[in-house]
Nanobody, 117 residues
Framework: QVQLVESGGGLVQAGGSLRLSCAAS????????MGWYRQAPGKQRELVAT???????NLADSVKGRFTISRNNGKNTVYLQMNMLKPEDTAVYYC???????????WGQGTQVTVSS
């Protein structure tokens, strides 16, 4: 089981930037595909971005060109750099770790991102 702790959320004006961090412990980090998901009020949780242990990335169409996902395997940390934020990016952002050896999935507690217009 992986323990995930997110940080970096907050309130920002439209057009601004935030960087989310997710620190992982309790598992071999390199075995995990790391991802960021978000859930807005009244909506289902949706995929924002994923990154493999080798650095291959996948981003939702709604954030392409604005968000970047990266990971530091030495620090067991994954990041989500969010630029040109829009009010519709407002949501609770969750970090996810998918262990590719066991196919078990772990979630962080979530961090609130609020973008004001």
């Amino acid at each position: 089981q992986v323990q995930l702790v997110e940080s970096g959320g907050g309130l920002v004006q439209a057009g601004g930037s935030l960087r989310l961090s997710c620190a992982a412990s309790g598992s071999i980090f390199m075995l995990n595909v790391m991802g960021w998901y978000r859930q807005a009020p009244g909506k289902q949780r949706e995929l924002v971005a994923t990154i493999s242990s080798g650095g291959s990335t996948n981003l939702a169409d709604s954030v392409k060109g604005r968000f970047t996902i990266s990971r530091n395997n030495g620090k067991n940390t994954v990041y989500l750099q969010m630029n040109m934020l829009k009010p519709e990016d407002t949501a609770v952002y969750y970090c996810n770790a998918l262990n590719i050896a066991t196919m078990s999935s772990s979630w962080g507690q979530g961090t609130q991102v609020t973008v004001s217009s």
